[in-house]
């Protein structure tokens, strides 16, 4: 525990461009096992790309007909030092080279009351959002994994990375390196071997169980001394059912 402390201290440092010489662009290993995925076959066309009108790109996966999860830092505007409002957001299925299936606009968002966007290291376990989609989404849902993803456990992380922007990419050779969940609220963070940089924020980290893809985190950065990090939402199922309510 006194190790998983010491890194949650350096969670200021997320998506720091100064990391180790052997990255490509930060959070992806010399050796990058990333591929480009078919955007039309499961589970990869649950996987959306989420836009806001201030140019901001990240990644949220379909978990519901109308809900789709993403990280709460790509909604905030640092600016005005607020969390941009539901009709500032836009979610695109099927995205690629700048062509998309489906665009759907954002009519309410759940977003943790401890998430401070102005303290990222600190709210790191608050940093997850959930979106409630304009109308259902065309896709296959992805549901959430019984439980967080677990050290040991062989994952895959998928997401729209900064340097290939206007591609869905995929790394399935990848592991949970360790997890931990400190005193105090806020979700489980996990930290994995996974290759993904800016823009895979909100991304699902994949586990498979009983052959099925599921949902086992929430891809929200890098640290400067354990490699890429997702978090396990915390109040998630009680985000679901409200904003599922009628």
Not at 46 to 72: D, E, F, H, M, Y
Not at 100 to 111: C, I, M, N, R, S
Not at 169 to 175: E, I, T
Not at 220 to 246: E, H
Request: contains cysteine; proline residues 7%.
């Amino acid at each position: 525990m006194r190790r998983l402390t010491t890194l949650i201290l350096t969670l200021a440092t997320l998506a720091s461009p100064g990391l180790a010489q052997d990255m490509r662009a930060p959070g992806v290993a010399a050796d990058d096992s990333r591929q480009i995925v078919d955007i039309t076959g499961p589970p990869w066309n649950s996987i959306a790309r989420v836009q806001t009108n201030i140019g901001g790109k990240c990644t949220g996966t379909v978990i519901g007909p109308r809900l789709v999860l993403t990280a709460a830092h790509c909604l905030y505007n640092p600016r005005t030092r607020r969390l941009l409002a539901a009709g500032s957001l836009h979610v695109l299925l099927g995205y690629e080279r700048g062509d998309y299936k489906t665009h759907l606009t954002v009519d309410a968002l759940h977003v943790p009351t401890a998430y401070d966007g102005t303290k990222p290291g600190e709210s790191v376990r608050h940093d997850w959002a959930l979106l409630r989609l304009s109308a259902p989404a065309d896709v296959p849902v992805l549901a959430p994994a019984s439980r967080a993803a677990a050290s040991g456990d062989s994952v895959a992380l998928a997401g729209f990375s900064q340097d290939r922007v206007h591609l869905l990419m995929a790394d399935r050779d990848c592991a949970v390196t360790a997890q931990g969940k400190p005193a105090g609220p806020g979700g489980m963070l996990i930290f994995h071997s996974c290759s993904a940089s800016r823009g895979t924020s909100g991304g699902p980290l994949l586990v498979r169980t009983d052959g099925q893809w599921r949902l086992g985190g929430v891809n929200v950065g890098i640290t400067a001394q354990a490699g890429n990090l997702a978090i396990w939402p915390d109040g998630l199922d009680g985000a679901i059912k409200a904003l599922s309510a009628p």
